[in-house]
């Protein structure tokens, strides 16, 4: 611990008082019912800041002994972090349960196209920082499946609760920026670590306050109670409906289709 | 940087983008039902205007003008004329959206949903979009191929009535289920 910066210290610490202001909120509001993964995942990242500290404190932050363990845990909170994120997802979908196995599907296809890519494009770095190259190969998948799942959102016009939003808004903000540095840092800084380290904390660590924040802003309420909605159309009616629709659309482009390929006419 | 690191980077990046443009969407949202009120309002489709635009356009009222009047005046009128059409065009495109809108609240409402079904719909719905903005150019610049225009509106029309028809029938068959429901009911109740 004493070999990291003054500024490190101090942005670790107002990182974990973010976290704990985060979880007070969210049993003070009572909504830790409501969402208990993510409440677990607050609590975990807490746990997690201790258990670092308490590694640094024997071995100091540059042992191998400190930053495997280090990595484990974070491992760890990462697959809290998928888990709460799912969570989230689940209550703001499942209502719509047709949109909801549409989503499903998104993620699978949208993940595995991501983990191909990222294996792909990092197999020449994989021998000198592959905890590197795990963690962002896990925030590049996670990011593209959870902005897919907000697209089809979108797309369907479906109202997801402001503070929901924020917090998937704030999964997927710090996935982007921790893939960036990630990316940026190791390019430029790779082969002076002891540069690296400090500036690759510190930057992780500004990003997370900000994401502290957004969520602390987003929980200040309780959440709104969501009335599961069951859909109110019969399968057969989307089966027999959606193709009609689709034929008529098709026509309809056909025909914009002559309309362009016509050769144009001054008036 | 490596070529790799740089993809990985903008992807990163596209992401963010992304993300910014979906969170910061300011459009309200409603409950999917509330989009099935247009139903009502669509009973007098643009496309119905498609005989006064033609007539609107028709070359020989230009000529004529030309002819009586004189040439500023058939080029003024021509403006004018050509704003009217733009702004049918656009007309046209809302009729579109409605009925594409309500193509998804169907889909939101349905229990189970045909991936290929939605890609199909997806993919219809942006080249129509290409397509209209390509056509309005065309308009924009002079050219007005009015002939198809109207097979254009032909189709948005007809797929407004078949669409109303639909949703009229499955009005009718919720009501009958509702009934029919709490006849079960009333029955189950005398019963007990």
Same mark, same amino acid.
């Given at each position: 611990?004493?070999?990291?910066?003054?500024?490190?210290?101090?942005?670790?610490?107002?990182?974990?008082?973010?976290?704990?202001?985060?979880?007070?909120?969210?049993?003070?509001? @009572?909504?830790?019912?409501?969402?208990?993964?993510?409440?677990?995942?607050?609590?975990?990242?807490?746990?997690?800041?201790?258990?670092?500290?308490?590694?640094?404190?024997?071995?100091?932050?540059?042992?191998?002994?400190?930053?495997?363990?280090?990595?484990?845990?974070?491992?760890?909170?990462?697959?809290?972090?998928?888990?709460?994120?799912?969570?989230?997802?689940?209550?703001?979908?499942?209502?719509?349960?047709?949109?909801?196995?549409?989503?499903?599907?998104?993620?699978?296809?949208?993940?595995?196209?991501?983990?191909?890519?990222?294996?792909?494009?990092?197999?020449?770095?994989?021998?000198?920082?592959?905890?590197?190259?795990?963690?962002? @190969?896990?925030?590049?998948?996670?990011?593209?499946?959870?902005?897919?799942?907000?697209?089809?959102?979108?797309?369907?016009?479906?109202?997801?609760?402001?503070?929901?939003?924020?917090?998937?808004?704030?999964?997927?903000?710090?996935?982007?920026?921790?893939?960036?540095?990630?990316?940026?840092?190791?390019?430029?800084?790779?082969?002076?670590?002891?540069?690296?380290?400090?500036?690759?904390?510190?930057?992780?660590?500004?990003?997370?306050?900000?994401?502290?924040?957004?969520?602390?802003?987003?929980?200040?309420?309780?959440?709104?109670?969501?009335?599961?909605?069951?859909?109110?159309?019969?399968?057969?009616?989307?089966?027999?409906?959606?193709?009609?629709?689709?034929?008529?659309?098709?026509?309809?482009?056909?025909?914009?289709?002559?309309?362009?390929?016509?050769?144009?006419?001054?008036? | %940087?490596?070529?790799?690191?740089?993809?990985?980077?903008?992807?990163?990046?596209?992401?963010?983008?992304?993300?910014?443009?979906?969170?910061?969407?300011?459009?309200?949202?409603?409950?999917?039902?509330?989009?099935?009120?247009?139903?009502?309002?669509?009973?007098?489709?643009?496309?119905?205007?498609?005989?006064?635009?033609?007539?609107? %356009?028709?070359?020989?009222?230009?000529?004529?003008?030309?002819?009586?009047?004189?040439?500023?005046?058939?080029?003024?009128?021509?403006?004018?004329?050509?704003?009217?059409?733009?702004?049918?065009?656009?007309?046209?495109?809302?009729?579109?959206?409605?009925?594409?809108?309500?193509?998804?609240?169907?889909?939101? %409402?349905?229990?189970?949903?045909?991936?290929?079904?939605?890609?199909?719909?997806?993919?219809?719905?942006?080249?129509?979009?290409?397509?209209?903005?390509?056509?309005?150019?065309?308009?924009?610049?002079?050219?007005?191929?009015?002939?198809?225009?109207?097979?254009?509106?032909?189709?948005?029309?007809?797929?407004?009535?078949?669409?109303?028809?639909?949703?009229?029938?499955?009005?009718?068959?919720?009501?009958?289920?509702?009934?029919?429901?709490?006849?079960?009911?009333?029955?189950?109740?005398?019963?007990?």
């Amino acid at each position: 611990m004493s070999s990291l910066p003054l500024y490190v210290k101090c942005l670790w610490a107002c990182s974990v008082l973010a976290q704990l202001f985060l979880l007070i909120f969210l049993f003070v509001k @009572g909504n830790f019912r409501k969402i208990p993964y993510f409440t677990a995942y607050v609590a975990l990242n807490i746990c997690q800041a201790g258990f670092v500290l308490f590694l640094y404190s024997p071995w100091g932050p540059e042992s191998h002994t400190t930053l495997a363990l280090a990595w484990a845990s974070e491992s760890l909170t990462l697959f809290a972090q998928a888990l709460a994120t799912f969570d989230i997802l689940g209550v703001t979908l499942r209502p719509y349960q047709g949109i909801w196995g549409l989503g499903w599907r998104a993620l699978t296809v949208v993940s595995g196209i991501v983990v191909i890519l990222v294996t792909l494009a990092t197999r020449n770095h994989w021998a000198y920082a592959q905890w590197f190259e795990l963690n962002r @190969g896990y925030h590049l998948t996670f990011a593209s499946a959870v902005i897919a799942c907000l697209l089809l959102v979108r797309y369907y016009s479906i109202p997801v609760p402001t503070a929901y939003k924020m917090i998937l808004g704030g999964f997927c903000f710090y996935s982007c920026t921790e893939i960036l540095i990630n990316t940026i840092l190791q390019a430029f800084l790779h082969k002076s670590f002891e540069v690296y380290q400090p500036i690759w904390q510190a930057s992780r660590m500004i990003a997370f306050i900000v994401v502290q924040v957004i969520w602390t802003v987003a929980l200040r309420k309780p959440l709104p109670v969501e009335k599961a909605q069951a859909a109110s159309l019969t399968d057969s009616t989307y089966q027999q409906l959606s193709p009609e629709i689709n034929e008529q659309l098709r026509q309809l482009n056909e025909k914009l289709l002559q309309l362009w390929k016509l050769e144009a006419r001054p008036q | %940087m490596s070529p790799a690191l740089l993809l990985l980077a903008g992807f990163a990046v596209v992401l963010l983008i992304l993300l910014a443009w979906i969170l910061l969407d300011t459009r309200k949202f409603t409950k999917p039902e509330a989009h099935l009120d247009f139903t009502e309002e669509s009973d007098r489709s643009h496309a119905t205007y498609l005989r006064q635009v033609r007539q609107a %356009m028709a070359v020989e009222d230009f000529e004529f003008l030309a002819a009586r009047g004189s040439r500023e005046l058939s080029q003024r009128t021509r403006k004018e004329r050509r704003r009217i059409v733009l702004a049918y065009l656009y007309c046209l495109r809302n009729d579109f959206l409605k009925l594409w809108r309500l193509a998804r609240v169907i889909s939101t %409402m349905s229990p189970k949903v045909g991936v290929a079904q939605e890609f199909a719909r997806l993919r219809l719905g942006l080249f129509f979009f290409l397509r209209y903005e390509l056509i309005r150019i065309k308009f924009l610049f002079g050219f007005a191929p009015l002939p198809e225009l109207g097979s254009l509106s032909e189709v948005v029309s007809r797929l407004g009535v078949r669409l109303e028809t639909a949703m009229r029938e499955l009005g009718e068959r919720a009501a009958l289920a509702a009934k029919l429901a709490s006849t079960l009911d009333g029955r189950r109740l005398d019963s007990r």
